[in-house]
């Protein structure tokens, strides 16, 4: 789907037609110009004078796939009341863009007309208080439009809002149950469903045998050639990568099939397997499909609305799991990996990702399962669980930085990065504990906390952000007070 931004002026006709003209014009100047500084297009749509114009643009974009979303701005004053009935039904993530044509007050220039032409000031504050009224999520941007920090907050917002679009047609494929008794990863399908659009149904693992059985070799030769292409072979078991292979193009056949964009396995149901998909799953992940493992739909679904909210719709987020810690005094670190199912999106540009393989001894493996092994790169990025709160999703952010691995531990045989959490190790370890937040993660270098806290509120879900200045007893009266307010909600 190609995403694109509505761009909605507000006016009146008190003005006279020239004045409309003027705005009209300088709105579609001003689109045009942001397109070429954003990562989606901004399309100028209406100049509203009316509640009906207001009411049928709604009525529009709510019905138009391919706008993710609109915004906003009142050039001149637009009477708010004429926006009530049209933003009641306004469906899709909303952005008002508090700006203004002319970056300075011409000094000499500057009479009633200028004031009366030029009054984003008194307008952006008439149509705020419509938004604030009526208790509509929406985003606040202020700022001079040609300014590339106001660039990159409307672009990041437009990202927030694709993963909108991309979780509201969201079809999880799961393969096996969650793992035994394992309750993070539990979570309520039908509340997903009508809350963040996702519908999660299951697919037999013997569905996906058959697929596999029915891969040609010649299939398998050509993703082989895209394997040594992009990575090193460091193993001489070529048909452990070939079935890898097999399994890789067997899961996205019936992903495909099925218009789903992520998809869970979990070790203990690999009948007719011979190895948990694991190359397999990390080169769907690279592809821009959502994985998670033991069952864990929820980490899925969010790896796939992560990667979709990135760099050019297919950003370095991927599935994740806190594995140990480092607990040295003053270099406290955490080791993150999983067993096999790390996305090369997050490795570091220093080395390609090697295909190595090894014994798995947890699991249902009959034959040792080919894998890529690799080291995170540096720089600051984020940690996302999504948990079940029971009646209410709850959205956990933490900040992180990547580091170098500090040791190269040459008998590990994933794939793994190495990070120092905020505010430090032992306070963001009670603080996430706290919050409940899983041991599965998306981590994401290049989606903001920011961008999270932003989809969190288009999906009326609570966020929870840990940051370096968060406290545990801080965060404690934060979600005691959450508690209350979402059991009011
Ligand atoms: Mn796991």
Not at 238 to 262: F, P
Not at 305 to 326: L, P, Q, R, V
Not at 331 to 342: D, F, N, P, Q, T
Not at 390 to 411: A, H
Request: glycine share 8%; aromatic share 8%.
């Amino acid at each position: 789907m190609k995403y694109n931004f509505w761009f909605v002026v507000g006016s009146q006709f008190l003005y006279g037609e020239d004045v409309l003209v003027t705005v009209e014009n300088r709105a579609k100047e001003m689109a045009q110009e942001l397109s070429k500084h954003l990562p989606y297009p901004l399309i100028y749509k209406v100049t509203a004078k009316t509640n009906k114009e207001i009411s049928d643009i709604v009525k529009e974009a709510n019905y138009d796939d391919s706008c993710a979303g609109i915004i906003t701005w009142c050039h001149t004053f637009s009477p708010s009341k004429m926006w009530i009935n049209g933003l009641v039904n306004l469906q899709k993530p909303y952005c008002h863009f508090a700006t203004q044509y002319n970056k300075e007050i011409p000094n000499d220039e500057i009479d009633m007309d200028f004031m009366n032409l030029n009054q984003a000031a008194h307008g952006d504050r008439e149509h705020g208080f419509i938004a604030s009224r009526l208790r509509m999520p929406r985003k606040v941007i202020a700022g001079f439009w040609q300014d590339e920090k106001v660039h990159k907050r409307i672009g990041d917002w437009m990202r927030a809002a694709v993963g909108v679009a991309v979780s509201k047609t969201m079809r999880v494929m799961r393969f096996g149950d969650n793992m035994r008794e394992v309750a993070v990863t539990e979570g309520d399908k039908v509340e997903v469903q009508a809350k963040l659009g996702w519908q999660v149904n299951t697919w037999a693992v013997g569905d996906l045998v058959k697929e596999m059985n029915a891969v040609t070799e010649s299939e398998i030769d050509c993703l082989l050639a895209e394997y040594t292409s992009k990575y090193d072979v460091a193993t001489d078991n070529l048909e452990a990568i070939r079935y890898q292979a097999r399994e890789e193009i067997a899961i996205k056949k019936m992903l495909d099939r099925e218009g789903c964009l992520a998809f869970s396995n979990t070790f203990q149901d690999l009948y007719g397997m011979e190895q948990l998909p694991g190359l397999a799953s990390q080169h769907l992940m690279a592809q821009g499909y959502g994985y998670g493992g033991e069952g864990d739909w929820k980490v899925a679904a969010m790896t796939a609305i992560m990667k979709a909210m990135g760099k050019n719709g297919n950003g370095a987020s991927a599935f994740m799991e806190d594995y140990t810690y480092h607990l040295v005094d003053g270099e406290e670190y955490s080791l993150g990996a999983h067993m096999l199912e790390v996305c090369p999106s997050l490795a570091s540009d220093d080395k390609k990702p090697r295909i190595e393989t090894h014994h798995l001894g947890i699991g249902m493996n009959e034959k040792d399962p080919a894998r890529l092994v690799f080291e995170g790169k540096e720089g600051e990025a984020i940690v996302v669980s999504l948990v079940d709160m029971g009646g209410r999703l709850r959205l956990i952010c933490q900040d992180i930085v990547c580091v170098k691995p500090i040791m190269e531990m040459p008998n590990l045989p994933v794939a793994r990065v190495m990070w120092k959490a905020m505010p430090n190790l032992c306070d963001g370890v009670e603080c996430w504990i706290t919050a409940g937040g899983a041991h599965h993660t998306v981590l994401s270098y290049d989606v903001s906390a920011e961008q999270m806290k932003d989809f969190a509120r288009m999906m009326d879900i609570e966020f929870v952000h840990i940051t370096k200045d968060t406290t545990v007893d801080a965060l404690e009266k934060e979600l005691f007070l959450n508690d209350l307010a979402w059991k009011l909600k």
